[in-house]
């Protein structure tokens, strides 16, 4: 069993390119908040406004709290699964350009669900595979 020294220091940070791609495997859950942010922050700077977010399909934990994040986010146009191969483990987002005032955009009032259009195929496997 190995355990955390709490003498070590720290562990270095990780360096993640600013390429409009950002996968969320190498990271803690608790991370994905303020990384994502900042992620978003970073591409909005270089310029770059079309951003893929990968966080896996799994149960959906981790993609329902990157679209709540989304949601919330001034800086996001739209965003939407991903339409290739990766379907649902990755999410598209579109952000608005620098120099582009950005909107302002309060908190969704209660965490009733978000229509989101999803194809019919994906509502079959979550019905089959999901237990609620």
């Known amino acids: 069993m ?4 709490p003498d070590a220091p720290p562990a270095a940070p990780v360096l993640t390119p600013i390429n409009g791609i ?3 495997h ?3 859950p608790k991370e994905v908040p303020d990384l994502i942010r900042e ?3 970073s591409c909005r700077a270089a310029h770059i406004t079309e951003i893929r977010i990968i966080h896996g399909k799994g149960k959906g934990v981790l993609r329902e709290t990157v679209h709540t994040l989304l ?3 001034p800086m996001v146009r739209n ?3 991903a339409n ?3 379907s649902w483990g990755a999410t598209l987002v579109d952000i608005y350009p620098p120099g582009v005032p950005l909107p302002p955009r309060c908190a969704p009032a209660s965490k009733a669900p978000v229509l989101v259009s999803v194809p019919g195929w ?4 979550q019905r089959i595979f999901v237990k609620r």
């Open 71 to 73: 949601r919330r986010e």
């Open 2 to 5: 190995v355990t955390s020294d």
């Open 79 to 81: 965003f939407r699964l």
């Open 39 to 41: 992620y978003l922050r």
């Open 26 to 28: 190498a990271f803690h």
């Open 122 to 125: 994906y509502r079959l496997l």
């Open 84 to 86: 290739d191969r990766s």
């Open 22 to 24: 950002l996968d969320l």
